[in-house]
């Protein structure tokens, strides 16, 4: 909705009135990485309700998500959060153009009438919501729940490497998994995949907060997770990586960032009939209703997960959950502080300019992430 075809643009570091697009990059259909395009032609995204936040993005990070989504992951079930009544029919709508991009750091420039925690000229930090456009481009603007300010001690760059992250693993350690600050000190938890964008900062969060942590990873990756304080670390590559996971003591929590068959081995190592969590990051919910439909989609998911969830009560005593991102400002606020205490370090592995979006694409595609890949906007 309000995309027009003419813009006329005025530039400068902030929106006058004016300016009325921005550069950015968009997909107008799905598919592989040629269908990135530059533009300079996208409507700003001005403030619309009362609570709305709109920000000159300094930086932004991409995710896995971006890949998924540029490729039209998720497409049925995002439609549906951005115009409800698309549920109806079709003609509710396009999500073309489209901006990816789910991580923000930069300066808040036009607040809502009801925004009291922020204002402009403030550095923030924000998750954008799969269902809202993205931070590949000049400004985006959100809702005040879902912007916090920025950590001081780190740049723009750094700072958009951890939002999304964050409030993933927040969100699947926490209300997932049981995990917080004052109930962590006790608790074994083994990370599977800790060497990417949600191990990287799960590892500090959780050191943080006291838990024991026990990482699985790619060997050139033992000397990052160690750094970042993981206890035991586990070469999932190695023959007998089963046995050595077998052979430790069991764990409280687990969280899942792989998938696949570690479901079943990482369902095998934790403490039974005690309370013991599975928490996986990677579920079928989306990927379901991509190819079922809403409704099929959403039934196929809930009775998948509803049986694992009964089977591995009933067999062993732990509990099954799937973890999803959720917005939440006050949580990264939270998160600020612990960058401030350097107890989160971001973990940036490649940094690519505002002009290199494809590259930066390109990179993630590859895999093997050791912490983030961040654009610079501005
Ligand atoms: P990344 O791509 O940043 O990291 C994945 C890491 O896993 C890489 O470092 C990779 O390195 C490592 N890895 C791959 N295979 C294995 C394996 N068998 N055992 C251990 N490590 C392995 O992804 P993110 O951290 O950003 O996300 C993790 C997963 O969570 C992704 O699948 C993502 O889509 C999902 N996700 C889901 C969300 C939700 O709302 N449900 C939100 C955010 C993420 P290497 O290959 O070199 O070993």
């Avoid at 409507?43 to 000159?56: A, F, G, H, Q």
């Avoid at 940094?351 to 961040?374: D, N, S, W, Y």
Wanted: proline share 6%.
């Amino acid at each position: 909705a309000g995309w027009s075809l003419s813009c006329r643009r005025n530039v400068s570091s902030s929106p006058s009135r004016l300016q009325s697009c921005m550069p950015g990059w968009v997909i107008d259909q799905y598919g592989t990485n040629g269908v990135l395009t530059y533009t300079e032609d996208i409507p700003v995204p001005t403030v619309n309700s009362p609570s709305d936040v709109m920000i000159k993005v300094y930086a932004a990070s991409l995710n896995p998500l971006d890949i998924a989504m540029r490729g039209g992951y998720g497409a049925t079930l995002l439609k549906l959060k951005r115009h409800p009544m698309s549920v109806l029919g079709s003609d509710y709508g396009s999500e073309f153009p489209l901006i990816l991009g789910r991580d923000v750091s930069g300066v808040v420039v036009d607040c809502g009438s009801e925004v009291t925690h922020v204002a402009p000229g403030d550095e923030v930090w924000a998750a954008v919501p799969p269902w809202k456009q993205g931070s590949l481009a000049e400004f985006v603007t959100l809702t005040e729940y879902e912007v916090s300010h920025k950590p001081k001690s780190v740049s723009h760059a750094e700072a958009a490497s951890i939002p999304y992250v964050a409030n993933t693993a927040l969100s699947a350690l926490v209300n997932a998994g049981g995990l917080c600050r004052d109930s962590s000190s006790n608790k074994r938890v083994l990370i599977t995949g800790g060497s990417g964008g949600v191990g990287t900062f799960s590892i500090q969060l959780l050191k943080a907060w006291g838990a024991h942590v026990t990482v699985t990873c790619s060997p050139n990756a033992e000397g990052l997770v160690r750094g970042l304080g993981a206890d035991e670390v586990v070469d999932y590559t190695a023959e007998d990586a089963s046995e050595q996971l077998a052979m430790m003591e069991k764990f409280d929590v687990v969280l899942d960032n792989v998938g696949g068959e570690t479901e079943q081995l990482a369902l095998g190592l934790l403490k039974p009939w005690s309370g013991a969590k599975y928490v996986t990051l990677v579920t079928p919910l989306l990927l379901n209703t991509d190819s079922m439909g809403l409704l099929d989609g959403m039934c196929q998911a809930g009775s998948s997960l509803q049986s694992k969830a009964i089977q591995n009560i009933i067999s062993g005593g732990v509990f099954y959950r799937w973890g999803f991102y959720a917005p939440d400002g006050p949580a990264l606020d939270d998160v600020s502080r612990l960058v401030d205490a350097g107890k989160i370090l971001p973990i940036v592995e490649a940094q690519f300019p505002f002009t290199q979006v494809p590259q930066a694409f390109q990179k993630l595609e590859q895999g093997h992430a050791r912490g983030k890949t961040v654009v610079r906007v501005t």
